[in-house]
Structure formats: C-alpha cells, structure tokens
C-alpha cells in the first residue's frame, strides 16, 4: 500500500485526533494550524507566569478519549492525571439559594430535596432516568453513526428505540419538556442551562438536549495542568507516530485535482501536494469560500440567523471574596428568558446574564481548599453573547456595560472579585470571530433549534472526493468529545475511501 499524504487543516480537538489516528495507521500526516499551539479552542492564555485555560473547562464522556489514546497503541492515564469531580457545579441565584449538584444522583436528589421540596427530588430522579433513556437510545444510532438521517436512525435504533426517542418529546422544547419534571424556576433553569453546552437556547433546543446531564452525571473530571494538556497530550501521540505539525501556518485554499482534493495552499503561496485534505476549521468558512470556491459546495452555509453562541469571557488572575468558589460555578440571573431573547432575538449582549466561572485553582469537593486570602487565583469567567462579531463588533462601551453587569450579578449573589485591568484578558465574539474565521464569533456551530437542527450538521465525509470535515461545527456536534468523535468519524472515512 503506497503512504499516503494527509494534509489535516487546523489543529483542534478534532483535527488532532485525525492526526492521530491517521499517524498510528501509518500515514504522512502533516497538520497545519494557523495559530501558535495545538487545540483551537482548548486554548490557554498567559498572565505572567499563570497559565489560564480560557475555552472548555468541563471535560466529559472520558471513555471516548481512551479509546482514541487505545487505538494508538497508547493509554490515556500515562499521559493524562485526571480527578474526577465530586460536585459537578455549584449553583447561585441572584434572588436567594444555592444548590450543589453531585456526581451521586442520591446526593443530589437530597440536596433538590432540601433546595426544593421532597415533590422537586423525585422530578429530578425521573428528570435522570429520561435524560439516560435519551443517551443511550442515540448513543449508537447517532452520535456514532458517521452520517446519521432518520431512516438510518430508524434501522439502527429499532422501534423501541424510535419509541424512546419519541418518549423524550424530540418536538418539544427543553425548557417546555423540563416543566414535565420540575416546578420550581431555579431548577429548570439549572437544567436548561445544559443546552448552552451546545450553544443553544433553551427556549428553542430540542428536549433531546436533556441527554448533556446524563453526559456529566456519568463523570466530569479535572486535569491535573489544565484542559490544554489534553490538545499537547493528543499533539504528542500523533506526533510520536510521524506527524509533523506547522504552526502559524494559514491554509487559504484547497487544490482539487480531477474534482477530488489533492493538496493545500498556504497563505504564503507554498502548496503542499496530498491525498487528502481534512478540514477542522468552521464548516462556515468551507461554504463561505475561504478555502476556495472548489470545496465551497461542499456544504450549505449556516444562516447568521441559525448560529451557535458566543460569549465574552475574562481570564484573570483575580482575589475573590464573599463566596465559597468551587471548581466550577454558576450564578443565575432572574430573568431567564430575557436573556436568550437579548441574544437570539434583539442580537444583543444580555442585559441579565448567567455567569459561569472556572475556578482553576480550586478542586470540585465539598472540601475543595481556597486560596488563603489576599492570593491571586485563576479565574476563567464567561457569559453568552450573539454570534455577531463580523456584523456587529460591540465596541469598548458596550464590552465595558456587560463587564458591569456581569460583576455586578455576582456582587449581588456575594462574590466580590478584585481585578486589575493588566491581569484581566477580555474575549469577545469579534475576536472569537477572527480566530475562528467565518463563524462571528459562534463557538458550536449551527445552533441545535429545533428536532432537525442535529440533522443538518455535515458528516466527515463530503461530496467533493477526498476532502473531509472534523469539528464541532460538523457531525456529531459540539463538546471536546462529541470533536474527537467527528475526528475519529473523519479519519475513518478516509481511510475506508483510501482502501484499494
Ligand atoms: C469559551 C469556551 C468554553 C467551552 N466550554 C466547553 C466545555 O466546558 N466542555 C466542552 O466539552 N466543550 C466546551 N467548549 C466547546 C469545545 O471547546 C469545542 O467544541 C471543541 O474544542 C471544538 O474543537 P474543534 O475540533 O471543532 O476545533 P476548534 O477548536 O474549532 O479548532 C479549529 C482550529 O482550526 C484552525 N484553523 C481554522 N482555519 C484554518 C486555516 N485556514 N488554516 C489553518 N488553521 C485553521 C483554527 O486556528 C483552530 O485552531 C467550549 C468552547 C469555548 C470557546
């Protein structure tokens, strides 16, 4: 079998794991990135001498991970030290009450139960078992179907199977389908909270989001270094079976040769011959042209109207005071709905957000230790915002008003964070939108509205001949996992199609 050359665009979760993939089968991979390190937006950002992970915090679905690191000839836990999470977030509401949330569904239940009322505990065990039904009966039909419709899903998942789908009400909205299971506020929107993993509403995603709390019931776990230690983990197996990485390097076209892919340009006019080309940036910059018109139709643009969210963020070294931190935490505003209506329907930073916060330096036990006062910690804060970075980059006055309101949410649930503005780095949607081109600032792709939304994501393989997508933006979705299986999907594909 000759070896065959993989030009792999982009250095993201997925694109990593085509490189690994690909690597240990024995072919030439090469992976060109545009940015400075592996991991796109598993990204860190530098504040002195602290190293601040500044995308995903939340690391799931670890058996996916494995399995890749297997497939390589390699075990995960030799290059990775994980914890994993005794409460998988703290929650806070500006109008009074906080809630743990425990890896233990007992544990939880008994807290619901003392947050909530005995009535609350038992929607939230139902609320558990509908979420895992949800899982499991899509798990294989299609999340791991490498291009999955409803007829394949069908087949693949039976007729109880559809009878369960149908039983977790695909045509209703989360927020309406969470009214079956709770009747206090704060706890539909704990749990709607979940459809913004996917960077949806949760006043338009489709129940079947539900299935992302079984996702993190089953185990959400640190990393001991920070999540970027998984892209430099991934970065080096591949690299360990021959890849080559080339950072700040911009591909700005895709060559077709005979209509099938057969190499890159670069944005410095040096092409780079292949047999095939694997694409893990935005699938909106493939249809937008921005690799050429020649893989353009590829796939169908995603409408402005129907992207993902963004966010602002501020990674910081900062005191904090007032409130018992964990690891990961989350503070409510009282008004849910207006704030995706602030930013679905008038595309506006949200004048009451929800506010997430990472706390890097704190573990996610009961006996979780703080900083002794007066120290420093790493914070990575974010709220969500409307993917309008190219069409409207807010400017300094208005990042200014939602730092205040963001601030000032947490102010009023307790928490005082004292930050200097030299230690304080601020994203926002323009600047997402410049890393990751064609996408204004969404972090997730198309959003999940909808019972069809899933469906229209691209799958790995596409209509142009040798030419592959990988990404949160393509199928199966969103999420460090849900990239590395469309990674696995993408790598798979080609070397099927490869196969004399
Ligand atoms: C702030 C934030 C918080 C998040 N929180 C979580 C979380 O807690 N848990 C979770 O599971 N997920 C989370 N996510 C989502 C998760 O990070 C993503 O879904 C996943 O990392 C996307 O991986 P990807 O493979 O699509 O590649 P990306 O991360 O999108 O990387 C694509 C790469 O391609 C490169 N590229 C693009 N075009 C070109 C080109 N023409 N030439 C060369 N290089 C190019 C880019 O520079 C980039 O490095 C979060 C994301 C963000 C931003």
Known sequence: MPRYHVAVIGGGVAGLVSAVLLAARGLQVTVLEKGPAPGGKMRQIAIGDARIDSGPTVFTMLPVLEQ???????????????????????????EGGRLDLFADIDRSADAIA???????????RRFCRDAARTFRTLDRPFMRAASPGMVTMATTAGPFGMLNLLRARPFATLWNALGDHFRDPRLRQLFGRYSTYCGSSPFQATAILMLVAHVEQEG?????GGMHRVATALEGLARSHGAEFRYGTEVRQVLLRDGRACGVELADGERLE????????????????LLGGGVAPAVAPVPREQRSLSAVTWSMLAETSGFPLLRHT????????????DIFVRRRLPRVPTVYICAQDRGAGPDAAAPPPGTRERLLCLVN?????DANPFDAAEIERCTERTFGLLERCGLTVTRTGSDTVVTTPADFGRMFPA???ALYGRASHGWKASFQRPPGRTR??????AGGSAHPGPGVPMAALSGRMAAESLLRDLRP
């Open 68 to 94: 890749i690191f297997a497939e390589a000839g390699a075990s995960l836990s030799d290059h990775l030290t994980l914890e994993r999470a005794e409460i998988l977030a703290r929650h806070a509401w500006v």
């Open 114 to 124: 003392a947050f909530a009322g005995p009535a609350e505990a038992d929607g939230y």
């Open 220 to 224: 959400v776990w640190l990393v001991r």
């Open 274 to 289: 292949a047999d095939a080309v694997i694409c893990n940036g935005d699938v909106g910059a493939v249809a937008g042209g």
């Open 330 to 341: 989350v503070f409510f505003s009282d008004d849910y709905a207006g704030e995706f209506d």
């Open 385 to 389: 915002a409307p993917p309008d970075g």
């Open 439 to 441: 996408t204004g600032g």
């Open 464 to 469: 142009i001949p040798r030419f592959y997508l």
